[in-house]
C-alpha cells in the first residue's frame, strides 16, 4: 500500500510509540491520583503539556483534549457574542457555530482559496479560521483576521489541525485547537491553546481535572502527542525540505491534463488537490486500491455532495466531483510518490473513450 492520505491522518512516529508503550505496558496509574505511581504518571503529562507548548506562542496554557473536535467545539461554545467564519472551515467549526444559534457570518473566499480580512461589526465575539486548508492547503492570513477581530473586542480562534509544526502560528491569536493524529501523534488526543486571561466555562463536567475541561487523562496518548511535538520541531528544516521535494516531483508529473485547486502559492506543499476533466473517481479508487489516497475530506465521505470546499472556490459540483487529494510527508519515499502518480494517470487516461 502506498499511502497519500496525510490530511487524514499521519503514520505513527516509531518515537511516539516508543514514548507510549511504558504507560501501555506497566504505567497504568491515573495521573491524578496523589500516590506515587500517579504522580510519576502526572509528571509524564507534563512534559507532554511543555513539548506540545514548545511549539506555540508564549502566553498561554494548553490543556488536552479527546482531539481538535472537542477542542474547536469548546472554543466555540465557550466564547460569547456572533461568530465570524469562513466558508471552508472544517465542520467541526461550521456545524458548531451553526448549532451554537448565535449571529453566523461566513467569509467567502476568492478562487485560491483565500479570504479576505474584513472589518469585524459590532456584537461579534470571536472570529474562526483554519491555518491550512485540509482540502486544499491554502494558508489562510490569520494573523490579520486577528486584528480586525481584536479591533472589535472579539477573539481569533486558529484552527492549527493542518499547520502546527509545519506553518507558523501567528502570535496575536487567542485559542488553537491541535490534534495529535495529525503530526504522527496517535489518535485520541487534542489539545486547546488558551491565551492567559480567557476563561471559557467548561463544555465537560465532572471532576475538572484540566482546569476547565473534565476527563482523566491518559499518560500513554500524551505521552506520544508530546513526542510528536517534539519531533517535528526537531526535524522541521528536514521535513519542509523533503515536502518541497515531493511536490515538485508531483507538479511536474500532474501538469498535464491535470489542474491545481488552491493557490500554487500560499500553501502548504504536501497537500496537493488536483482534478481533471470527466474523471471517475470512484473507478479511480477501484482501480488504484492499493494507493491510499482522498477524494475529498475523510470527515465528509460516503456523503454523495460535492465537497463544500471546492465549490466555495468556484467550481461545479461536477468539477467538484473529479477532484482528487494527495496528501505526503515525512515518511513518504520519492519513488513511492512516482510510482502512485504514474499508476494514477494511467488509469485515468484508461478512462478516456
Known amino acids: 500500500m502506498i499511502y497519500l492520505d496525510y490530511q487524514a491522518t499521519t503514520p505513527l512516529a516509531p518515537e511516539a510509540l516508543k514514548a507510549m508503550l511504558p504507560w501501555l505496558e506497566q504505567g497504568h496509574a491515573n495521573p491524578h491520583s496523589p500516590h506515587r505511581a500517579g504522580r510519576q504518571a502526572k509528571a509524564a503529562v507534563e512534559v507532554a503539556r511543555d513539548q506540545v507548548a514548545a511549539l506555540l506562542p508564549p502566553g498561554g496554557r494548553v490543556v488536552f483534549t479527546s482531539g481538535a473536535t472537542e477542542a474547536l467545539n469548546w472554543a466555540i461554545k465557550g466564547a460569547g457574542g456572533g461568530i465570524i467564519t469562513t466558508a471552508i472551515e472544517h465542520a467541526a467549526v461550521l456545524d458548531t457555530a451553526a448549532a451554537t444559534g448565535r449571529s453566523l457570518t461566513i467569509l467567502p473566499v476568492d478562487g485560491e482559496g483565500l479570504v479576505s480580512p474584513e472589518p469585524v461589526g459590532r456584537g461579534v465575539g470571536l472570529v474562526a479560521a483554519m491555518l491550512v486548508n485540509n482540502e486544499i492547503g491554502t494558508i489562510q492570513p490569520v494573523a490579520a483576521l486577528a486584528e480586525e477581530a481584536h479591533r472589535a473586542g472579539a477573539w481569533m480562534l486558529c484552527d492549527a489541525v493542518q499547520g502546527y509544526g509545519r506553518v507558523a502560528i501567528p502570535g496575536n491569536v487567542d485559542l488553537i485547537a491541535l490534534s495529535a493524529h495529525k503530526i504522527h501523534g496517535p489518535k485520541g488526543i487534542g489539545a486547546l491553546w488558551i491565551r492567559d486571561g480567557i476563561t471559557l466555562p467548561p463544555l465537560l463536567h465532572g471532576g475538572d481535572q484540566e482546569g ?44 498535464s ?90 488509469a485515468a487516461e484508461g478512462q478516456r473513450p
Open 212 to 255: 476547565g475541561r473534565s476527563g482523566t487523562l491518559s499518560p500513554a496518548l500524551c505521552a506520544g502527542f508530546g513526542a510528536a511535538a517534539k519531533l517535528m520541531a526537531a526535524r522541521s528544516e528536514e521535513d519542509a525540505a523533503h515536502v518541497e521535494r515531493l511536490w515538485s516531483l508531483a507538479i511536474d508529473r500532474l501538469s
Open 257 to 346: 491534463g491535470w489542474t491545481l485547486s488552491g493557490s500554487a502559492t500560499q500553501r502548504y506543499r504536501g497537500n496537493l488537490n488536483v482534478r481533471r476533466d470527466g474523471l471517475d473517481v470512484g473507478r479511480l479508487m477501484s482501480d488504484c486500491r492499493d494507493i491510499a489516497f482522498s477524494a475529498g475530506s475523510a470527515c465528509a465521505s460516503g456523503s454523495g455532495r460535492p465537497s463544500h470546499v471546492l465549490t466555495a472556490l468556484g467550481l461545479t459540483g461536477g468539477q467538484a466531483r473529479c477532484s482528487i487529494r494527495l496528501g505526503f510527508g515525512r515518511y513518504t519515499t520519492e519513488a513511492e510518490l512516482v510510482e502512485a502518480i504514474d499508476r494514477l494517470r494511467e
